[in-house]
C-alpha cells in the first residue's frame, strides 16, 4: 500500500530524516512515536505530498509521490497538526468547498457531506462559524475534511493533542472505525495512545527509525530479565535474605511503602520463573500482600530506547 | 477550471465574511465620490467664468476638467488602498496554517496563486464598476463625454490595479505577516511608480528610457489621455505574468518554519 524508501530530507541546516524506509499494509493502522522535532511531521509532510523528499521514494499504491503528486493526493485524507481551518467560514461550507477541491462531483456532494457529518457527529454545528467551536469540535471538523471524497489513506498528524479525555476517546473510537477500510497513519507523543488505537508502532528519534513492532511485542522484547513486584510486610532484612535464599533470584530494589511493608523488585535469571517458590517461602514466614509481574509500560520502552539512541551517539 | 472557481469562490466568501471587502470598497468608493464631487465644482467655477468668453469657452470640457483629473486621481487612491486588500491573500493562510491544506489538496501551485489572485480581481472590479455612475451622471446633465476616451481610460484603471494586485499578491506570499505584506506592496509600487522621475534627469540616457518604462504611471498617463497602445497593455500583461510567476516560485518552495 505504501512503501517508504530511503527517505532522507534536509532542511538549511538539519537533516530532519536521515534515510527511513518502512512498509504501511492496507488497512492497517500505523503510529508514529516520536519526542518533539524527532521528524515526525515531516514524514507526514512528505507522505502527503506537501513536499518532496530531499532523496529517496515514497510509493502509494504503486505510484511515485513525486511524479504523479495530484493523484496521489486525491487519495489521501491529511489532519494537519494544530488543525488549520479557515476559521470564518460555516462548517457546511466550508465541507462543501473541501468535497469540490477533492474532485466530489456536484450530484454526489450533499451525500457525501452527510456521511461525514454523520460520522464526525457534527450535525448540530453544520450551521456555525468555524471559530465559534469548541476544540474538540474544530478536531471533528478537521477530521470531517480529511475524511472527504472518501481516500484510502488518512494521514493524522496528533489528532488527539489538547483535547480533553472525554474528546480524547471520541476521536479515537473514530479513528478505530475506520481500520480495515482505510490505511491509517497517526502520529503522536502520548504514548498510550498508540498501545490503544495502533496495529503497528514505529519509534522515531532524531529523524531515525529506532524501532518498528506491534505495540505488544516492543513491551515483550524489551523486558530484559522477569522483574517481579512482591510486597511483604516485615522486617526487611530478614524478608530481602529469605529472597535472595530462593534460587535464580539475581537482584532486589527495596522501596518502603507503608510503615512495616516494603515493595521488592526482584529480578531474576532468564527462563527461571521464581514466582511459585518465592510465593511459597515468603507467605510462610510472612505476610506477602502482594505478588505480581512487572510490565513495562509504553513509556519505559520510549525512554530506553530514546536514551539508548542518545549513548551511541555520544560515543560516535 | 473547476478547481479555480471553487478557489476563488472561498476566496470571495472570506473576503465578504470578513467586513475587508466591504471596508476597503466603502472607503474608496467615499474618497472617488468626493473627487468627483470637487471636480464637478470646479468645472461648475471655470465653466461660469470662461463661458462669457465664447474663445475660452472652446476649451473647456468635462472630460478634461472632471473625469481625466478623477481618473488620475483614482490611481492614487487604488496606490494606497489595494496594498490592504491584497494583504491577506496568502499571508492569512500561511499564518492560518490552512495553506498546508491546500498544498495536500489535489491542487497545482499555479491553480493555488492564480485562484488567489483571480478573487482578489473579482473584488477590485466590484469595487471600482460602481464609478460608472459618475459618467452616467454626467450624461444625463447633458455633458458631452467621448465615451471611447472613457472606455479606454477605465481599461487603464482595470490594468493598472490588477497589476497592483499581482504585485500585491507577490508581497503576500513572502511572509505570513499581514502588515509586512501591505507595507512592502506599498513601498513596492511606490518605487515603480516613481521610479520614472529620474529618468528625465539622467545622463545615461538608454538608462532614462528604461527606467520611464518601468514606470506604472507613465504607461497609465498614456489610457487616460484616450490613447491606447499595445505597448503599455503588453507592459502590464508582463508585469503581471512576471509578479505572478515570482508568487508560484514562492509558494513552490515552501520556504517556511
Known amino acids: 500500500m505504501i512503501q517508504v524508501n530511503n527517505v532522507l530530507k534536509r532542511y ?7 534515510g527511513i524506509s518502512f512498509e504501511v499494509k492496507k488497512g492497517e493502522i500505523l503510529g508514529f512515536l516520536g519526542p518533539n522535532g524527532a521528524g515526525k511531521t515531516t514524514l507526514m509532510r512528505i507522505l502527503t505530498g506537501f513536499f518532496p523528499p530531499t532523496s529517496g521514494e515514497v510509493l502509494i499504491n504503486g505510484k511515485d509521490i513525486e511524479k504523479e503528486t495530484l493523484a496521489i493526493q486525491r487519495s489521501i485524507g491529511y489532519l494537519p497538526e494544530n488543525v488549520p481551518l479557515y476559521y470564518e467560514m460555516r462548517v457546511q461550507h466550508f465541507l462543501q468547498y473541501v468535497a469540490a477541491i477533492k474532485g466530489v ?3 454526489d456532494r450533499p451525500k457525501e457531506i452527510e456521511r461525514v457529518v454523520r460520522e464526525c457527529g457534527l450535525f448540530d454545528v453544520e450551521r456555525r462559524q468555524i471559530k465559534t467551536l469548541s476544540k474538540g469540535y474544530k478536531q471533528r471538523v478537521g477530521l470531517a475534511q480529511a475524511l472527504i471524497g472518501n481516500p484510502d489513506v488518512i494521514i493524522l498528524d496528533e489528532p488527539t493533542t489538547g483535547l480533553d479525555p472525554k474528546q480524547i476517546i471520541e476521536i479515537r473510537s473514530l479513528i478505530k472505525n475506520m481500520a480495515g ?3 491509517v497513519i497517526l502520529s503522536t507523543h502520548i504514548l498510550p495512545e498508540v498501545s490503544v488505537i495502533c496495529d503497528r508502532v514505529i519509534i522515531i528519534n532524531e529523524g531515525n527509525i529506532v524501532a518498528i513492532d506491534t505495540p505488544h511485542n ?3 522484547r524489551l523486558k530484559q530479565g522477569q522483574d517481579i513486584v512482591v510486597l511483604v510486610k516485615g522486617d526487611q532484612h530478614k524478608v530481602e535474605d529469605e529472597l535472595f535464599k530462593i534460587e535464580g533470584v539475581t537482584g532486589i530494589v527495596v522501596k518502603e511503602c507503608n510503615e512495616g511493608v516494603y515493595e521488592y523488585v526482584v529480578s531474576s535469571k532468564e527462563g527461571i520463573d521464581v514466582r511459585g517458590t518465592l510465593a511459597k517461602n515468603v507467605a510462610q514466614k510472612y505476610e506477602l500482600l502482594e505478588l505480581r509481574m512487572s510490565r513495562l509500560s509504553l513509556e519505559d520502552i520510549f525512554v530506553k530506547l530514546v536514551t539508548k539512541e542518545n549513548e551511541i551517539q555520544e560515543i560516535k | 477550471m473547476r478547481n479555480l472557481l471553487t478557489l476563488i469562490k472561498r476566496d470571495l466568501r472570506s473576503y465578504f465574511s470578513s467586513m475587508i471587502a466591504y471596508v476597503v470598497i466603502m472607503m474608496f468608493l467615499a474618497v472617488v465620490g468626493y473627487f468627483f464631487f470637487s471636480f464637478t465644482l470646479i468645472y461648475a467655477r471655470i465653466s461660469f467664468h470662461m463661458g462669457a468668453d465664447p474663445n475660452l469657452a472652446k476649451n473647456i470640457n468635462q472630460m478634461d476638467t472632471i473625469l481625466r483629473p478623477l481618473f488620475m486621481n483614482i490611481s492614487i487612491v487604488l496606490l494606497l488602498l489595494i496594498p490592504i486588500l491584497s494583504m491577506r491573500s496568502i499571508a492569512e493562510e500561511k499564518k492560518q496554517g490552512t495553506i498546508e491544506l491546500l498544498f ?3 491542487l497545482k501551485n499555479s491553480e493555488i496563486v492564480l485562484g488567489k489572485y483571480l478573487a482578489l480581481v473579482v473584488v477590485f472590479i466590484i ?3 460602481p464609478t460608472v455612475v459618475y459618467v452616467g451622471l454626467l450624461k444625463l446633465c447633458g455633458a458631452e463625454i467621448p465615451l471611447l476616451s472613457v472606455a479606454i481610460a477605465y481599461l487603464g484603471v482595470f490594468l493598472l490595479g490588477i497589476s497592483f494586485l499581482a504585485f500585491g499578491v507577490f508581497a503576500s ?4 505577516n499581514q502588515t509586512i505584506a501591505a507595507v512592502v506592496s506599498f513601498g513596492g509600487l511606490l518605487l515603480f511608480w516613481l521610479v520614472g522621475w529620474a529618468g528625465d534627469f539622467l545622463d545615461v540616457q538608454w538608462l532614462g528610457i528604461t527606467l520611464r518604462e518601468v514606470s506604472l504611471l507613465s504607461h497609465y498617463q498614456n489610457f487616460v489621455t484616450g490613447v491606447i497602445d499595445t505597448n503599455d497593455i503588453l507592459y502590464y500583461v508582463l508585469f503581471i505574468i512576471f509578479c505572478l510567476y515570482l ?11
Open chain 1, 218 to 220: 516492543l513491551e515483550k
Open chain 2, 247 to 257: 508568487t508560484q516560485r514562492v509558494v513552490e518552495k515552501r520556504s517556511w518554519r
Open chain 2, 104 to 106: 495536500t489538496y489535489p
Open chain 2, 127 to 129: 469595487m471600482f464598476l
Open chain 1, 181 to 183: 477500510n482505510k490505511t
Open chain 2, 173 to 176: 506570499s513572502l511572509t505570513e
Open chain 1, 12 to 18: 538549511k541546516h538539519v537533516e530532519a530524516l536521515k
Open chain 1, 105 to 107: 462531483s456536484r450530484k
